[in-house]
């Protein structure tokens, strides 16, 4: 029995011009200057604290993170009517499911607006599972994916760890498959360059449809 783990944001959600505006917003806030897709595309990092503090050239620590994100949020869901899914993200979640792979989506979205969201994309019926950010600002995704993972498990004690694959975008999305031991294939097109992607030691692929037949072929 297999299983895709999803991430949300630069995955299955193409939101990358929304959250650079949104970080645009927290550098104008502060005097800083803005920055480009592909600025934020090779600088962005988990946690938070330091992305930030390579932009603004500052301590940020967890209060003015917070009060970052504040306006960030604000800012990001101004915007978000502009937001779509990733041109193949329902062909990939449709192959999945006809292929009897069962999914789920872990996220580092706050989880009070992860759940709405991927029900107002119609997705929510294809995911025996969503998990947002019930935590705090600026985490790694680490515990997340463990407790994800966890989750899973209690649901089918018959799904096991070598059957689960992560699919994401983020350096951080590797990072925490291997945290809960299970699979991981990133995508070239979301949130960081493939150099950057191609240096964890997983899968590379360049479409989201190509990390499903992936899957499939295992």
Same mark, same amino acid.
Request: hydrophobic share 50%.
């Given at each position: 029995m297999a299983h895709v783990?999803? /991430?949300w944001n630069g995955t299955l959600l193409d939101d990358l011009p929304i #959250? #650079? +505006? %949104?970080?645009? %917003?927290c550098l104008r806030s502060q005097g800083a200057p803005s920055i480009d897709a592909d600025t934020y595309r090779s600088r962005f990092v988990r946690p938070l604290n330091g992305f930030y503090e390579g932009l603004l050239g500052r301590p940020v620590d967890d209060d003015f993170l917070l009060e970052l994100d504040n306006v960030f949020q604000d800012a990001y869901w101004d915007g978000f009517d502009d937001a779509e899914l990733n041109a193949e993200a329902e062909e990939a979640i449709r192959s999945l499911a006809s292929a009897g792979v069962t999914q789920s989506i872990a996220s580092m979205l706050w989880h009070d607006m992860l759940v709405p969201t991927v029900g107002g994309f119609g997705l929510d019926d294809f995911m025996v599972a969503l998990d947002g950010n019930r935590g705090t600002v600026g +985490?790694?995704? /680490?515990q997340h994916m463990v407790h994800h993972v966890e989750r899973l498990r209690r649901m089918y004690p +018959?799904?096991?760890r070598q059957t689960m694959t992560v699919i994401g975008d983020l350096v951080d999305d590797a990072g925490a498959a291997r945290a809960a031991d299970v699979g991981c294939v990133l995508y070239d097109g979301g949130s960081q360059p493939r150099q950057l992607l191609e240096g964890q030691g997983v899968p590379v692929v360049d479409s989201l449809? +190509? %990390?499903a037949l992936l899957v499939i072929s295992r």
């Open positions: 783990i999803w /991430d #959250v #650079v +505006e %949104a970080v645009n %917003a +985490e790694s995704k /680490d +018959e799904l096991g449809l +190509e %990390a």
